[in-house]
């Protein structure tokens, strides 16, 4: 997101002001929909929530990647918005089932390494996106971005389908909630 701010000012020409009010929607959509959610995630499995959050995500990349071939500002907020409901989507039921994880004891310490892994996610997502970018301009810049935000777009399918066959299901996630163990000779009760 931070190089999509860099192209619509240095590219496509908008204002600070203007890129700042085409990422609000996103940053709504992130703000309203994490806690609804939470919500939601007690009737909706975690994998559920977080694979179908990272799917929307990819294909906001994948909206996002036709830069270059004159997406207009519309679709850019349309992209932008579309990527805060997945975000929204992961975040928060990522962050239940790590917690739920531990003992009471370790749930701050759950929450830091859900927190700290996102954060280093992110800084290493910037770092390759600025190596891949480099100091291009123009068009050169218009299409390394867009490869790059296919890329994005493959490690956040590659995320949804972690999600669907890494998180517990609903029926699991229940059982370890009630404190019931797991079924002799399976890992998570046969689920």
């Given at each position: 997101?931070?190089?999509?701010?860099?192209?619509?000012?240095s590219?496509?020409?908008?204002?600070?002001?203007?890129?700042?009010?085409a990422?609000?929607?996103?940053?709504?959509v992130?703000?309203?929909?994490?806690p609804?959610?939470?919500?939601?995630?007690?009737?909706?499995?975690?994998?559920?929530?977080a694979?179908?959050?990272?799917?929307?995500l990819?294909?906001?990349?994948?909206?996002?990647?036709r830069?270059?071939?004159?997406?207009e500002?519309?679709?850019i907020?349309?992209g932008?918005?579309?990527?805060?409901?997945?975000?929204?989507?992961?975040?928060?039921?990522?962050?239940?089932?790590?917690?739920?994880?531990l003992?009471?004891?370790?749930?701050?310490?759950?929450?830091s390494?859900?927190?700290t892994?996102r954060t280093?996610?992110?800084?290493?997502?910037?770092?390759?996106?600025?190596?891949?970018?480099?100091?291009a301009?123009?068009?050169e810049?218009?299409?390394?971005?867009?490869?790059?935000?296919?890329v994005?777009?493959g490690?956040?399918?590659?995320?949804a389908?972690?999600?669907?066959w890494?998180?517990?299901t609903?029926?699991?996630s229940?059982?370890?909630?009630a404190?019931?163990?797991?079924?002799?000779g399976t890992?998570?009760?046969?689920?």
């Open positions: 997101f931070f190089f999509i701010s860099l192209y619509l000012q590219v496509a020409g908008y204002s600070v002001l203007a890129v700042g009010a990422f609000l929607p996103m940053t709504a992130i703000a309203v929909g994490s609804l959610a939470g919500i939601a995630g007690n009737r909706i499995a975690a994998r559920t929530l694979g179908t959050g990272m799917a929307l990819s294909a906001a990349m994948l909206l996002l990647s830069l270059g071939d004159g997406l500002i519309r679709s907020v349309l932008l918005a579309l990527a805060g409901v997945g975000v929204a989507m992961t975040a928060t039921p990522v962050t239940a089932v790590a917690v739920a994880e003992p009471s004891s370790r749930h701050g310490l759950a929450g390494l859900v927190s892994s280093i996610g992110l800084a290493v997502g910037v770092a390759v996106m600025g190596a891949l970018l480099g100091t301009t123009g068009d810049m218009t299409s390394r971005l867009s490869l790059g935000l296919k994005n777009a490690v956040a399918a590659a995320g389908l972690a999600a669907v890494l998180l517990p609903a029926r699991q229940a059982r370890r909630l404190g019931l163990k797991p079924a002799r890992i998570d009760g046969g689920d």
